[in-house]
């Protein structure tokens, strides 16, 4: 199961190489698949909410004795 927390740890690998490249260009194409990594993780976490069955809070009456 692909989980919102693993494309985030893929962002944050992706914007690690982003501080150490050499050339901006380099650095741009790093920061830029971070926020592509950081998109997916929303798109999921947005799809599992949706799946998620809503849980309907109910309360017991009480039993009088």
Known sequence: MITPE???R???ECE???KFTDTP???MAWR???E???RCAAIIDKQDRRERPARKTTRHARAET
């Open 6 to 8: 693993r494309f985030l």
């Open 10 to 12: 893929f962002a944050a």
């Open 36 to 38: 592509r990594w950081q």
């Open 16 to 18: 690690v190489m982003a």
């Open 25 to 27: 260009e380099n650095r």
């Open 32 to 34: 830029q698949i971070a």
